[in-house]
């Protein structure tokens, strides 16, 4: 029996959750979509606080080139890559959150950061790319003189879980813990959280026919289960950040094509 409740977004079929972003003061996610079958690209934001979804109607006319590197509170950040086997980043745009309309498109950047004051580029000149910082609303650069050293590139407003490989102390020691609550063994690699009064953990067990299955719990410091759930089944291989924490809610991804979310209190 679970103990805490799941609110769900799924999506249709054929398209795959490829990436997520949040802001790093705001409770928006948006979410890139690609359905491969068709080669095409969709956004959609959602409203955490509210657990509610946004918008879903933001299109490109070649999108399937494009993909989502960052946002801010007001603006979205995209890449445009090259058509080819290998694609290479070409432009960086951006987009406001509120109209959808564009702002500025500047070639031969690739995005890097986004901070309270402007937005980190590479510019590639002089057949080398060098760090240029704009203003997030115009895309004009501004003066060379901010330090570039206090920027933050590891998003961390987002608590994301420790990964263990197979044959680690570390793991060795979840696998022991997962025997003795559970009575099972885990393979492979697990991901592990300690955040609050909560143990989270995702692990990975075989199949019949030795493909991997994927699943998540969610304990109290007193090793009580309170919630489980199977976050694929089949797979080939295994996923690294399965799961993150942001706004003081768990937020996973299940079975490629479903955002699930739960709010987690302070304490238990």
């Known amino acids: 029996m679970n103990h805490?409740?799941?609110?769900?977004?799924?999506?249709?079929?054929?398209?795959?959750?490829?990436k997520i972003i949040k802001a790093?003061?705001?409770?928006?996610?948006?979410?890139?979509?690609?359905?491969?079958?068709?080669?095409?690209?969709?956004?959609?934001?959602?409203?955490?606080?509210?657990?509610?979804?946004?918008?879903?109607?933001?299109?490109?006319?070649?999108?399937w080139s494009i993909s989502i590197s960052g946002m801010s509170n007001e603006n979205l950040f995209f890449t445009e890559f090259t058509d080819g086997q290998i694609p290479e980043a070409k432009?960086?745009?951006?987009?406001?959150?509120?109209?959808?309309e564009m702002g500025w498109y500047l070639e031969n950047t690739i995005f890097e950061a986004v901070t309270d004051e402007y937005v980190l580029l590479k510019e590639y000149i002089d057949d080398d790319f060098q760090n240029i910082c704009i203003n997030e609303f115009t895309g004009e650069s501004l003066e060379n003189s901010?330090?570039?050293?206090?920027?933050?590139?590891f998003d961390s407003h987002i608590e994301f879980p420790l990964q263990y490989e197979e044959g680690s102390d570390y793991f060795n020691t979840v696998n022991?813990?997962?025997?003795n609550k559970k009575g099972i063994s885990i393979i492979k690699a697990c991901d592990y959280l300690e955040w609050n009064?909560?143990?989270?953990?995702a692990y990975y067990q075989n199949t019949e026919n030795k493909a991997l299955n994927n699943y998540i719990i969610i304990l109290n410091k007193m090793g009580k289960v309170l919630f489980e759930d199977q976050l694929g089944n089949d797979l080939n291989g295994i996923a690294s950040e399965s799961f993150f924490i942001a706004e003081?809610?768990?937020?996973?991804?299940?079975?490629?094509?479903e955002i699930s979310t739960i709010n987690l209190t302070s304490t238990l």
């Open 4 to 18: 805490l409740e799941k609110k769900s977004f799924l999506f249709e079929d054929n398209y795959l959750v490829w």
């Open 24 to 63: 790093k003061n705001d409770n928006l996610l948006v979410i890139e979509l690609r359905n491969p079958a068709e080669l095409y690209t969709a956004f959609v934001c959602i409203d955490l606080n509210k657990q509610e979804i946004i918008w879903d109607d933001l299109a490109f006319e070649d999108t």
């Open 91 to 100: 432009a960086v745009f951006s987009i406001s959150l509120e109209t959808k």
């Open 146 to 153: 901010i330090d570039l050293s206090s920027i933050d590139l």
């Open 176 to 179: 022991a813990f997962m025997h």
């Open 197 to 201: 009064s909560y143990i989270i953990i």
């Open 248 to 257: 003081e809610k768990l937020i996973y991804i299940k079975d490629k094509r």
